[in-house]
């Protein structure tokens, strides 16, 4: 039994590109439910040889009527449930926003590791100043990266291991 991954935030700040950088082209097919497709979320990974399964929360697919305040509780319980380490993805450009200060509010529930990806750093200097806002979501390690350009994201996953 592998350890489990969980990507988690509000739409747009990059959680499937993060997943795909961290991924590659190792997709595994894991379930479908009739409701709810949970089917393509799933992945293998590994850094520095170790093995994990990635899950893609963003990337389950509701029911149209579903709101977005219950698609997000609905994420965040996924990865408090199933994930060994919970990996947050902000989107250091737009700043603190309150769907992040929800998003943290259920995480901070669950007595599971969470790690702040803040991403979208490709300006380091700004981002570092940036940076400071997320302490407020009451987790101590954030990580600036770059998902699409690959900055930090192996200091991001040498964090994420040392949890297994
Ligand atoms: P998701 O909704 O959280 O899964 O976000 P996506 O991965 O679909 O990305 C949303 C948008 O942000 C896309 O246009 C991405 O190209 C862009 N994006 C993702 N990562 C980065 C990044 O590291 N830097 C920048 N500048 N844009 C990014
Ligand atoms: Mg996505």
């Known amino acids: 039994n592998?350890?489990?991954?969980?990507?988690?935030g509000r739409?747009?700040?990059?959680?499937?590109?993060?997943?795909?950088?961290?991924?590659?082209?190792?997709?595994?097919?894991v379930e479908d439910e009739p409701s709810i497709t949970r089917d393509r979320i799933y992945a293998d990974a590994e850094w520095l040889g170790r093995p994990f399964l990635m899950v893609d929360t963003g990337g389950?697919?509701?029911?149209?009527?579903?709101?977005?305040?219950e698609k997000m509780r609905y994420q965040a319980e996924i990865a408090i449930e199933e994930a060994d380490v919970i990996l947050f993805t902000v989107d250091i450009r737009d700043g603190l926003t309150n769907r992040d200060k929800e998003i943290a509010e259920l995480l901070?529930?669950?007595?599971?590791?969470?790690?702040?990806?803040?991403?979208?750093?490709?300006?380091?200097?700004e981002a570092k100043l940036a940076k400071y806002d997320f302490y407020e979501l009451g987790f101590s390690e954030i990580c600036l990266v770059s998902a699409q350009h690959g900055q930090g994201t192996?200091?991001?996953?040498?964090e994420v291991i040392s949890h297994f």
Do not use: C, H, W, Y
């Not at 389950?60 to 305040?69: P, R």
């Open 108 to 125: 901070r529930k669950a007595d599971k590791p969470v790690i702040i990806a803040a991403n979208k750093a490709e300006n380091i200097k």
């Open 154 to 158: 192996g200091d991001l996953l040498d």
């Open 2 to 8: 592998k350890p489990v991954v969980a990507i988690v």
């Open 60 to 69: 389950i697919e509701f029911n149209e009527e579903v709101k977005m305040k």
């Open 11 to 29: 739409p747009n700040v990059g959680k499937s590109t993060l997943f795909n950088r961290i991924v590659g082209s190792r997709i595994s097919i």
